[in-house]
């Protein structure tokens, strides 16, 4: 079994090979003061939206009590969040990145974040495979998750996509066959 130490070193290393590949483009890590991170897996994370509210992002997985690597105030690693997997949670300048880092073919396809949104607003789904949050008094979108992408170890795109489940977004990654690790990219932005 990895120590935690080596497990978000591992996880690091993972999602950092694969952001350089994929280019500039990426939202970068950033300090965001309005970005409030809990401490545990399931207390996730709220962000703020373009209207001044604030959602919560949740992490449900098999190890939800996992306590958070602290590595500067923007980024944090979830080692061993479920079986084969850790997540590296970044603030950016806009909102969060849920980099999830699936080790191998035991990790589970799907990973659930439940989404809670104060009242008159809502999350509807867009063309792009993404999820909009929505001002229902004003029809004006004010926040988005991101349709995610996911990569394998030789930079090869893997199939990762959305399913609303209720209040949850389950992001779903066809790994098999992948080359691991396999980096997927959950992405909040106001």
């Known amino acids: 079994m990895r120590h935690a130490r080596d497990g978000a070193a591992a996880a690091m290393n993972a999602a950092s090979r694969v952001l350089v590949a994929r280019g500039r483009n990426e939202p970068q890590e ?15 994370v709220w962000v703020p939206t373009k209207d001044g509210q604030r959602i919560h992002i949740g992490i449900d997985a098999t190890a939800a009590d996992t306590v958070a690597q602290v ?72 926040g988005r998750m991101y349709n995610p992408w996911a990569s394998d170890s030789m930079f090869r795109p893997v199939k990762a996509d959305y399913a609303l489940e209720g209040s949850s977004l389950t992001m779903r990654v066809q790994h098999t066959g992948a080359y691991y690790p396999v980096v997927a990219d959950p992405h909040y932005a106001r």
């Open 71 to 142: 590595l500067r105030p923007s980024l944090r690693v979830f080692v061993g969040i479920d079986v084969d997997t850790d997540i590296v949670a970044q603030t950016t300048a806009s909102g969060v990145r849920l980099l999830t880092v699936i080790h191998g073919a035991d990790a589970p396809a799907e990973f659930r974040f439940p989404i809670s949104l104060v009242d008159g607003l809502a999350l509807e789904a867009m063309p792009s495979g993404g999820y909009d949050v929505v001002h229902l008094r004003y029809g004006a979108t004010v």
């Open 30 to 44: 950033l300090e965001n003061p309005d970005v409030a991170w809990g401490q545990r897996a399931r207390d996730g």
